[in-house]
């Protein structure tokens, strides 16, 4: 060795010394002002480096651990083992040898947890009751100290890994992706199959056993000075870092090599090119992607999403405003992506019409004609510090992120920011700079030259195939053509920059807190109740943030009562959307989100913003609705996209087409694609205007407002409001809706569909005879019990499935369970007769079950039920949910927790009895996918209008 090399080894040595010291300078993080959490930053002596965060209202702790290890570290002869090894961390450690362990010790103490594996990061992560956070920390960081790898268990994982991937074999969006990858550059593993399946993971003759390269993989790669672990809990900053001490000082640390890919996923080879994509579904998509440098390194000037906002304008003058004006797309997104070590991909999207697939050359003239005109007025450094603004009022005035999000949030940014700034470095802030040379850098990567060009639509020619999901594709150059038209020289519209915008906010006083009705008042209160108009109330009593929630449920009768009416009203939410479009960016920077919906009453509105200017903002939306007019030109349009819209459902998977296909049969109204589609044809312009005249001639009113303001204020504002609307004050309130179809004893209906999907689904909905408190808080209980435990046996003992799941199903009153599972090998009836072997097994273990054991799932229950709200628009949500039920229940969690209390583990037993066992008690409807060996289960359900017809 060198003088030199013994120099640099020396100096790489000290740097690992002082990185790996638990004694690090304290780091100030920038927190917004109504952050009331405490921050702690430090390196164990093993190298692992850790945030904790301790949070004194936090009802939940929570932990995330990041391996800087994912899919681009693959090998091409076991594509997918980053995804495996992730699968297998969950199955037995040395300490805690069950495979279950972990899992059980979660759910029985009200928590949840999941990984993810990404292109440079694998993510584990849990939430628990923080009383039993010490636990859970104990069983997860056995994951990173001791993993046993069990040689049955690895066998049984890898049929998993294979159920996912036959799981999403139909996602048009991964499809796209991966042919992406494989016509980039072939020295770079971006292109390799991330997911794995049985063939990639399998013990085939001439290669090691996949075991003994999973060991390999995890020693290789997850070693502690590649970790970062955060944590977040009710607890102090000391307690939480001596539970980290405790815990994590075993992970080892090994001498492993550099992972940096220095290689360019898509180099000057692999660009200036045109991709065709053939989907599976009635999609038709416009991809431009234009390989940049990796941005992170200017987070402090934000030049990128600068870019992005300018790119995505869709007021008129903006590029999508034009294109849409032409009827050449449906929608636009404008985004980056971080896919490589020294890469980011722009990525500029349109969904195209059916007059768009016919205009995609007209449509990339169109997109070089707006890069030339914003290359020529250059960076607006107005725009930018109307953006470095938002971002600022943002960050200041920011709502506090739940335990689960901030823990899976705060490694990514700790990897890619220095540590002053991980909670602001993702977005403009006060310390945002402008730099219009970064700008103008940017903007220099988008040429021709520099494109990947995808296009996406079943018309396509192909002349390649894709190896793991079968994608018809093909390659080519542009044509001389192509490259005339988009050499841009003049201008083909009249483009112009954003211009002022009257929404933004300008006032962030809080409401005086010295009213006396806003300490004392406890859930919402109606402030105004007259015929079709009615004001529920409720200030900010506990968030003291200057924002609004509001929800406004807009009623006409038999909004979906047909399925051509329910298509109608698919129609008119389309055309408000639409509407409303030319003023999204507007509200966006004025941090105004507004949301159109639509359910079985009629349409709903949310608008989520500062307190101030309501009275603007609710003017500009009543005057959208109360002078919609629907432009014959875009009819054809929103025809084309419910079409594709309906059409894509029997693409899903299937056990999502079971689920949909359930609902259809259970609630009304209720309508499934099948019978919406074949009314959509006969759907005309004439009946849409006539449905929007009688939407606005029968309209009635129930809101909610939610925030800084007093009650006079709130009456002020909705007032203004339904001046402009025309409110009917004569009809009946329509009912709550949708309702249930009430089964009767010993009701056991099968549905049977034939998916376009290899895979089969089994769902299996159980009404419960009883109805009530008692009844929802038992069907709670027992869900929570037995969910955990259906899937250890059904999916990681057995291996029946990938995806199984047991969930509440439940209409007001009356509770119920929905049993879901999707195989890639077993069919309907076999899978039924193991969930009926299971369900007798868990009632024989629950006879059994210790009280101490039960007690912990009740209590654990009980919390979640108490559990507070994050932020305002959670607490929204829970008022809204018992206002549009019409129940106005707004302690409804705590009388659930508080009927918990007389529940038994016998009344548990009897429950579950009724619901899954006893035939004579059972209510059931099951949709299934048809078979060679037919599901011969319950009466066969042949026409499901008929069906609901007769029984309604």
């Known amino acids: 060795m060198s003088i030199l090399q013994k120099v640099n080894s020396i100096l790489v040595v000290g740097l690992a010394l002082i990185l790996a010291s638990p004694f690090v300078l304290a780091v100030e993080i920038k927190k917004s002002p109504y952050d009331n959490r405490a921050y702690k930053y430090f390196v164990l002596?093993?190298?692992?480096?850790?945030?904790?965060?301790?949070?004194?209202?936090?009802?939940?702790?929570?932990?995330?651990?990041?391996?800087?290890?994912?899919?681009?570290?693959?090998?091409?002869?076991?594509?997918?083992?980053?995804?495996?090894l992730e699968h297998m961390l969950f199955l037995g450690t040395k300490k805690y040898p069950q495979p279950d362990e972990y899992r059980e010790y979660i759910d029985r103490h009200g928590g949840s947890h999941g990984a993810f594996t990404s292109l440079m990061d694998t993510r584990y992560y849990f939430t628990v009751i923080p009383d039993y956070l010490s636990g859970a920390l104990d069983r997860f960081a056995q994951f990173f100290i001791a993993p046993n790898f069990d040689s049955d268990l690895v066998d049984r994982e890898r049929n998993a890994v294979h159920a996912e991937y036959s799981l999403k074999y139909q996602n048009d969006m991964l499809r796209t992706y991966r042919v992406d990858g494989i016509t980039g550059n072939p020295k770079h593993t971006f292109g390799l199959f991330s997911c794995g399946n049985n063939d990639t993971l399998g013990d085939l003759p001439g290669r090691p056993a996949v075991r003994d390269q999973l060991i390999e993989f995890y020693n290789q790669y997850y070693t502690a000075q590649r970790m970062i672990l955060a944590m977040v809990g009710p607890q102090s900053l000391s307690e939480l870092?001596?539970?980290?001490?405790?815990?994590?000082?075993?992970?080892?640390?090994?001498?492993?090599?550099?992972?940096?890919?220095?290689?360019?996923?898509?180099?000057?080879?692999?660009?200036?090119?045109?991709?065709?994509?053939?989907?599976?579904?009635?999609?038709?998509?416009?991809?431009?992607?234009?390989?940049?440098?990796?941005?992170?390194?200017?987070?402090?000037?934000?030049?990128?999403?600068?870019?992005?906002?300018?790119?995505?304008?869709?007021?008129?003058?903006?590029?999508?405003?034009?294109?849409?004006?032409?009827?050449?797309?449906?929608?636009?997104?404008?985004?980056?992506?971080?896919?490589?070590?020294?890469?980011?991909?722009?990525?500029?999207?349109?969904?195209?019409?059916?007059?768009?697939?016919?205009?995609?050359?007209?449509?990339?003239?169109?997109?070089?004609?707006?890069i030339d005109f914003l290359r020529t007025h250059g960076p607006s450094q107005e725009v930018f510090m109307d953006l470095k603004s938002a971002g600022e009022r943002e960050f200041n005035y920011m709502e506090k992120e739940s335990a689960e999000r901030l823990v899976i949030e705060l490694p990514y940014a700790l990897k890619h920011y220095p540590v002053k700034d991980i909670l602001h470095a993702s977005s403009f802030s006060n310390n945002t700079r402008y730099s219009p040379d970064k700008i103008k850098d940017l903007l220099a990567n988008i040429t021709l030259d520099n494109m990947r060009m995808i296009l996406v639509d079943k018309s396509v020619h192909t002349n390649k195939t894709e190896k793991y999901y079968n994608v018809e594709y093909a390659v080519n150059n542009f044509t001389k053509q192509q490259i005339n038209l988009w050499n841009i020289k003049n201008p083909v519209f009249n483009f112009s920059l954003p211009k002022s915008n009257p929404y933004l906010p300008k006032n962030f006083e809080l409401y005086p807190s010295d009213d006396t009705t806003k300490t004392k008042q406890?859930?919402?209160?109606?402030?105004?109740?007259?015929?079709?108009?009615?004001?529920?109330?409720?200030?900010?009593?506990?968030?003291?943030?200057?924002?609004?929630?509001?929800?406004?449920?807009?009623?006409?009768?038999?909004?979906?009562?047909?399925?051509?009416?329910?298509?109608?009203?698919?129609?008119?939410?389309?055309?408000?959307?639409?509407?409303?479009?030319?003023?999204?960016?507007?509200?966006?920077?004025?941090?105004?989100?507004?949301?159109?919906?639509?359910?079985?009453?009629?349409?709903?509105?949310?608008?989520?913003?500062?307190?101030?200017?309501?009275?603007?903002?609710?003017?500009?939306?009543?005057d959208n609705i109360e002078n919609i007019k629907l432009q014959p030109k875009r009819f054809g349009v929103y025809k084309d996209l419910i079409a594709r819209d309906l059409d894509s459902f029997k693409y899903d998977f299937p056990a999502m087409q079971a689920i949909n296909i359930l609902k259809g049969i259970v609630l009304n109204p209720s309508w499934v694609p099948m019978q919406l589609i074949k009314n959509l044809q006969g759907v005309t312009l004439a009946d849409l205007e006539e449905y929007t005249t009688e939407f606005l001639q029968q309209m009635q009113i129930e809101a909610l407002i939610h925030g800084n303001l007093s009650k006079d204020k709130a009456k002020k504002v909705f007032s203004a409001a339904s001046n402009k609307l025309l409110i009917n004050k004569d009809r009946e309130r329509t009912p709550a809706l949708p309702g249930l179809l009430k089964l009767s004893e010993q009701a056991d209906f099968t549905?049977?569909?034939?998916?376009?999907?290899?895979?089969?689904?089994?769902?299996?909905?159980?009404?419960?005879?009883?109805?009530?408190?008692?009844?929802?808080?038992?069907?709670?209980?027992?869900?929570?019990?037995?969910?955990?435990?259906?899937?250890?046996?059904?999916?990681?003992?057995?291996?029946?499935?990938?995806?199984?799941?047991l969930s509440i199903f439940r209409v007001l009153e009356r509770p119920g369970m929905v049993f879901i599972i999707q195989s890639s090998d077993k069919n309907p009836k076999y899978l039924y007769e193991r969930f009926v072997g299971f369900t007798q097994d868990f009632a024989k273990k629950l006879s059994g079950m210790p009280e101490e054991e039960y007690m912990q799932y009740r209590r654990s229950l009980q919390k979640i039920l108490r559990k507070q709200a994050h932020t305002l628009g959670d607490q929204t949500r829970m008022y809204w949910e018992q206002i549009s039920n019409h129940s106005y229940r707004f302690n409804f969690n705590e009388d659930i927790a508080t009927q918990l209390e007389d529940v038994s583990i016998t009344d548990v037993i009897n429950y579950l009895n009724q619901c899954w066992l006893n035939n004579n008690s059972m209510r059931r409807v099951s949709v299934v996918s048809s078979s060679d060996d037919p599901y011969n289960h319950g009466q066969l359900i042949d026409n499901i209008t008929e069906f609901k017809e007769f029984r309604s």
């Open 522 to 622: 406890k859930e919402p209160i109606n402030i105004f109740n007259e015929p079709g108009f009615k004001i529920w109330y409720m200030p900010d009593v506990r968030f003291n943030l200057p924002k609004e929630d509001i929800k406004i449920q807009i009623t006409m009768p038999n909004a979906q009562s047909t399925p051509k009416r329910a298509l109608l009203q698919k129609f008119l939410v389309l055309a408000l959307k639409d509407r409303l479009q030319e003023q999204e960016q507007l509200f966006e920077l004025a941090g105004i989100n507004v949301d159109v919906g639509a359910n079985q009453e009629g349409l709903i509105l949310g608008i989520n913003m500062f307190s101030d200017r309501e009275e603007v903002i609710l003017d500009a939306l009543m």
């Open 241 to 370: 870092e001596a539970m980290v001490h405790e815990y994590f000082s075993a992970i080892p640390t090994r001498e492993v090599a550099n992972n940096i890919i220095q290689e360019l996923a898509f180099t000057p080879r692999e660009t200036g090119l045109q991709i065709s994509v053939k989907p599976i579904s009635e999609t038709s998509r416009l991809i431009l992607n234009f390989p940049i440098p990796q941005q992170f390194q200017n987070y402090d000037n934000q030049s990128i999403d600068y870019i992005n906002y300018m790119l995505g304008q869709s007021a008129p003058g903006g590029l999508e405003h034009a294109l849409r004006e032409n009827n050449w797309i449906i929608g636009m997104y404008v985004g980056n992506e971080n896919i490589t070590h020294k890469q980011d991909i722009l990525h500029v999207s349109f969904e195209l019409t059916d007059a768009g697939i016919k205009k995609v050359d007209q449509i990339v003239e169109y997109f070089y004609s707006y």
């Open 751 to 805: 549905y049977i569909f034939a998916p376009s999907h290899n895979d089969s689904a089994l769902v299996i909905y159980s009404q419960s005879e009883e109805t009530g408190d008692q009844a929802i808080a038992k069907n709670a209980l027992l869900t929570r019990i037995m969910q955990g435990q259906l899937f250890d046996q059904l999916r990681t003992r057995e291996q029946l499935a990938y995806l199984v799941d």
């Open 45 to 84: 002596e093993n190298g692992l480096r850790v945030i904790v965060v301790s949070d004194p209202d936090a009802e939940l702790a929570a932990a995330a651990l990041d391996v800087d290890v994912g899919s681009l570290n693959n090998n091409p002869d076991r594509e997918g083992m980053a995804h495996f």
